[in-house]
């Protein structure tokens, strides 16, 4: 492999090394050759008078002196990964481009601490010193992203915008962060200055490090002003030849904008999830050739070669409605036995929206070993043609019962391919198998008065135990007569409750119950456990007197809902409270044949005013606020 990387670096030395003479009639150079004085052989290609055919094509020597070649280089930061950015630096060095620009975001900055904007800047400055050709800086949000590091920007490099010319070619280096997203008006009014001085460049090529095309679009096409001033840096470019390269998203695409091509660029090292050419996924710099009639793209990933249409607006739609239109499905096992499972099916189904035929081919790796059985196997394979819905069911067995803790990792890892599709569209799915307790949310058998009083509730079976989940100030827990509860849930037509019964031995102010709820369809909420659209949050204080009669508790979260009512009242052990969800939390985000929800409550307990609170959380993990991993699963009984 090392050999063929060397071979073909080797191969681009050829193509980037001037050649000042050729033969052929296909083209309109016309360079005087003369020997130099001294010169054993004339400078230019001498190719012998052979009679007959002749082993060399007659295409031209692509020696044009205005010819040239250069490397830009995108984002670093963002959650950068170590090492690639030099990796990208030290492939350069072998390339040689005449030099490198840059569209912005190369230290990880976000910071107000001048020490620590001075180091990131120490490092990678260290990376630029080794870099063997000229480096050109552009400005992105992470590396002015608050006065001070415009300021420290301003020490180091000077101006945040500028240009520069080169063998005709007019270079524009601009700063999308003047103000946020904005090319600001003094900018602008240097801009159009600069451009009019510049109007018979061959070519003019502008970077900066936020696409403001896209921004400028979004804005227009809601009806809103172009606060972004793009449409007036379009302007100013006019008709004049141009290209257009930007960063920050991370993920790369071609446009066509006015005739000219615009760009946004991937990653050099920046944070990205890397899926690969399909996605614009890929860390990479870009090799600008700059031609007679126009500049030559290709991306170079650090261990290929990919063209600049790889990735076009018409490609990602098409792929991204191949995404959207093959769903493939895992129907969670939930069972009723508390200590685990030993055995159990998992139904895989592949719905085929898309307009070709689709093949599937999936592998679930993770689940325990214990004589562990699969039927009909562990390699499975599904295929539906448009319109088809193909299901299989897989039955897994064990020689003992397994604790729900050890699935945690259980995946099914599935390869997708659209059937004739050309070029190919293929995407892997990484998709959990939930393998988890069942826990019930039963109708409610009498009529509930909302009043804090839990004599209604036959019983609370669901309890936070000896060894919650702790975090904040875990160490002020004493245990469960210091804080807990236990919990029941239910629903009716209009409703679905909770009954909590905290025990605290101090009941002051900044106690709290918080509930965490998923109300998503459950397959959707397996497959993205972020908390976003369709999860709510509901934060309930400890009741400051002996009782406090119904009140509305304003439910946080997307899409909106009406407040919940709530009841609670102080207990001899601490407190017990009532709560009423509106059912459209369920109804909305599922269908009045709702299945189940993700719930876990959360007790927030204070013991001493000016002590930080301990949260104890029933089920979840260290990231309750921002992911559904570990809540329980609520199901209806019907």
Known sequence: MLRLLLLGFAFLSLIVSPVVAHEGHDHDHDHKHKKAPGAKFPQGMVLPALPGPKPWSDKPLLDDPD????????????????????????????????????????????????????????????????????????????????????????KHFGVEWYSFDYKGVHFVCLSSEDTKDQIGPEQLAWLEEDLKKHADARWTMLFMHKPLWRVAERAIAAGNPDLTNWKKVEAALGTRPHTVFAGHVHHYVQYDRNGMKYYHLATTGGGSQLRGIPYGEFDHVVWLTMEREGP??????????VPPDAVTEEGIARFRDFLSKTRL???????DDESGISSGRIDLRLQNEFDKPVEVSAVIDGLPLRGLTVEPGNALKLAA???????????VRFSEKIAFSHFAQTLLTAKIRAVGEKPPLTAERTIPVVIDRKYLCPPVESSIALDGDLKEWRSLPLASGEKPLLTGAGENWQGTGDASLRFA????????????????????????????????????????????????TLTIPAPANEKVGSIQVPLIGSPRLSAANVAAERTKSGWAVEIALPINLVERNQSSDWHSFQMTPILIDVDNADEDPVELIWRGTR??????TNFGHFVRVK
């Not at 030559?296 to 070669?305: H, K, W």
């Not at 043609?385 to 039955?395: A, I, Q, W």
């Not at 025990?503 to 900044?510: N, P």
């Not at 990231?623 to 559904?628: G, I, L, P, Q």
């Open 67 to 154: 010819r040239f070649q250069i490397a830009i280089m995108t984002d670093n930061t963002g959650g950068h990964r170590p090492g690639i950015w030099m990796k990208a630096v030290e492939r350069l060095n072998l390339l040689r481009p005449a030099f490198v620009l840059s569209v912005g975001d190369l230290i990880e900055g976000y910071s107000n601490d001048p020490k620590v904007v001075e180091e990131q800047w120490k490092e990678f400055l260290g990376f630029i010193d080794r870099m063997e050709m000229k480096f050109f800086f552009v400005a992105g949000n992470h590396d002015v992203s608050n006065p001070l590091m415009h300021e420290i920007w301003r």
């Open 489 to 536: 849930t239910s629903y009716d037509s209009q409703h679905v409750y909770v009954a909590a019964e905290v025990t605290d031995d101090a009941v002051i102010e900044g106690d709290k119950l918080q509930l965490r709820i998923d109300a998503r369809w459950i397959t959707s909420r397996r497959d993205d456990p972020r908390l976003r659209n369709g999860t709510y």
């Open 296 to 305: 030559t793209i290709v991306n170079l990933l650090l261990d290929g070669i």
């Open 329 to 335: 499905e895992i129907v969670p096992i939930l069972v």
């Open 385 to 395: 043609e448009p319109g088809e819905t193909k299901e299989l069911s897989v039955d």
């Open 623 to 628: 990231n309750h606020a921002t992911v559904n």
